[in-house]
């Protein structure tokens, strides 16, 4: 970087006349601007008196120009302290009321050095080629966020009373009974399980007010499907075949994003993620379904709770304006997604979905079952595990039928393919060891299965 020989950022006139105020008025000016840390002022001069005249308000003492010069007494350099508390005394008196202008146009020029140091860092960081890349983006992040313009606290602070009597729109439901406006939810499986085809079905369903098996849409809504890894005749075709095509169902395609751009998508970016809340905003768009997490969000490392940060702010951001995201991921060979466990925190729903082999050796589709591991929107009663049966050959319409699967008959199922201890099977089904437990005595008293121990084997008999 060129070596910039331009004057840092400040608003010295300011300065003064807000210290200037604070020696008229100290009880007014300090109570409302006294909070500005002393690093805001660009003189250090400045910034020593400033914060000689917070210690002298918080302690309850006179804050005039005999304290304050008494107080300096105890600083080094003072005999320019003095001199420049000579100065301040000597400039033009500024308006008590200006005080908020005068501490605005303060943080405002620090702001801005704080930004120019940032750069000069950047700038010094990605011409290291020795230099870690992500930690480079999470400091850009953690300063960014540390000096953005101070929250309004006092503008959104209410009572319990308040809030008792406070207007609070309730969250609409999108796909009844379990998904609404602004939640963030994951679909996760291993690699051919059916998770697209399962987001696709959401998808479609909250578009065109419809179906995804028994899961009813209340209502349409405009969907933007971001999909990072499918090839664009395999998403044109399942378009397709899952009930046509729909006016209110979107495509941001990384194929063809590409195509016309020249560019590839990387959510990681705080740049892009502020470009795509503006598009769906602009767009109208009221559900994001991304796909899926490891093709759409490069540089996040999977394992690191940290890395999350760079993520979770947006999705947040669009939960506080009810858009709605569905995440695509992958499961790993525990069975459980992929990655830390921190991205499940803010979820409202997690599902894990896992493929069923065919009875039918000649049947072209899939099979796979769902299972809620996460639900805050409804109860188990209302979202029981099913297996989901999609008949897709070809560009004919894909018929999809969902049945619902007792708890029981997936501990079954588990154990016919091999599992033994109840450890595993609650790692398959996403639930704990004392609920698999139970499963499985039930199982054993309808004839299901055997308990010998802690293993569990399989009879030939079938459920009613």
Known sequence: ??????????????????????FVNPAAVLAETGKIPPAAFSDSRAQILWRIMQGLHTAGKAVDPVTVNAAISDEEHGDELRAFVSQVIAAPAGLTAA????????????????????????????RDNAAD??????????????????????????????????????????????????????????RGDGKTWLAMLLAKAAATGGAAGPWQADGVWPVLYVDGEMPAEESKRRDSVLSGASKNLAWLHHE???????????????????????????????????????????????????????????????????????????????????????????????????????DDPLFRGLRFTSLFTKNRNALEDDCPPLEWTIAADGDAPATVTAKTISGVELLVSWVRAGLESATDIAAEMGVSKGQASKLAKRAERLGLIVIDGRHYRATTEVAA
């Open 256 to 358: 063809i994003f590409f195509d016309r751009t020249g560019k590839t998508l990387n959510l990681t970016n705080a740049a892009t993620q502020a470009e795509l809340t503006a598009l769906l905003l602009e767009r109208g768009f009221r559900v994001l379904v991304l796909d899926n997490l490891s093709c759409l969000f490069s540089g996040v490392k999977e394992n690191d709770a940290d890395a999350w940060e760079l993520v979770l702010p947006w999705l947040l951001e669009l939960r506080r304006r009810k858009i709605a995201v569905v995440i695509v991921a992958h499961a790993g060979r525990n069975g459980l997604m992929r990655g830390t466990s921190r991205r499940e925190d803010a979820a409202f729903w997690v599902l894990k979905l896992e493929r069923q082999d065919a």
């Open 99 to 126: 005080a908020p202008d005068y501490a605005a146009a303060i943080l405002e020029a620090h702001r801005r050095r704080k930004l120019i140091e940032l750069a000069v860092l950047i700038d010094e960081g990605a």
């Open 133 to 190: 890349v992500d930690q480079i983006e999470r400091e850009t992040l953690r300063h960014l966020t540390a000096h953005a313009s101070p929250p309004q606290f006092n503008t959104a602070i209410v009572t319990s009373a308040e809030l008792a009597s406070l207007a609070v729109e309730p969250r609409r439901f999108i796909v009844r009974p379990f998904f609404r406006e602004g939640d963030l939810g994951f679909v996760y499986a291993k």
């Open 1 to 22: 970087m060129n070596q910039d020989t331009r004057p840092m950022p400040h608003a010295r006139d300011s300065e003064l006349a807000l210290l200037g105020v604070a």
